[in-house]
């Protein structure tokens, strides 16, 4: 067994992780939404999602329309479909998203901003997600991870070192270091167990990349942390 290790070591493929901050930063020059093109608006929301939600990009893109419901000062998203960590007696959990008092970053003013922009197009499409060009169908993993791929890049993320799918590690690390439990991390993102996440997600972000997102400000950072658990 050791020389089956030393041949092929079960090393992660990422020590450190991004900083999250840093797109959540770029991403605040895109706005307000009625200012911005489509591609911006529908990339920025996926980005959102993503980020906020630690979700993996299956579960993101399968998303439909129909699931989201909007409450006070919240959106809940029910998972209506199969995702790759579905199994007998298990359901990811639904995604529940609080919003931010910083406008430029928030989820909720940001999905009910991309509905309304793609209502003309929509027709009867079920996915949350649509293509931003034409015939405007629900997405593929591989689109998203390009869109994700563009905005780290545009971001100043060095895309030869992290890949899209760091996204997860990234938001679920950053909430670590902001103190949110790990209750509530695991709740949050469907993990199942706490070996998971040390083993494979939580890593020490990379230094100097700027300060936390303005999208957390100091005196309200509890309320405006997107993992929420019920």
């Known amino acids: 067994m050791k020389g089956v290790f030393n041949l092929r070591p079960a090393i992660p493929r990422y020590r450190v992780t991004w900083n999250p901050d840093i797109v959540l930063q770029f991403l605040e020059s895109w706005h307000p939404p009625p200012n911005i093109t489509l591609k911006q608006l529908t990339q920025k929301t996926a980005l959102l999602l993503v980020l906020l939600s630690g979700r993996r990009g299956n579960s993101i893109i399968n998303l439909l329309k129909d699931n ?92 030869n070192r992290f890949r899209p799918h760091s996204t997860r590690s990234a938001a679920a690390s950053h909430a670590a270091h902001r103190n949110v439990s790990l209750a509530t991390i695991l709740a949050s993102v469907g993990w199942r167990s706490q070996s998971t996440f040390a083993r494979h997600y939580n890593k020490p972000l990379l230094k100097n990349q700027g300060e936390f997102s303005k999208a957390m400000e100091p005196s309200t950072r509890g309320k405006d942390f997107p993992f929420i658990l019920r």
């Open 68 to 159: 989201v419901s909007f409450h006070d000062n919240e959106v809940h998203i029910s998972i209506g479909e199969l995702t790759k960590t579905s199994s007998v007696g298990r359901h990811e959990p639904e995604i529940i998203l609080a919003s931010f008092q910083n406008k430029t970053l928030c989820i909720v003013e940001y999905l009910q901003a991309y509905f309304k922009a793609t209502e003309n197009f929509r027709g009867s499409s079920p996915h949350l997600l649509l293509s931003f060009v034409d015939p405007h169908k629900g997405i593929t993993t591989s689109t998203l991870s390009r869109w994700v791929r563009e905005v780290m890049s545009q971001s100043g993320i060095d895309i």
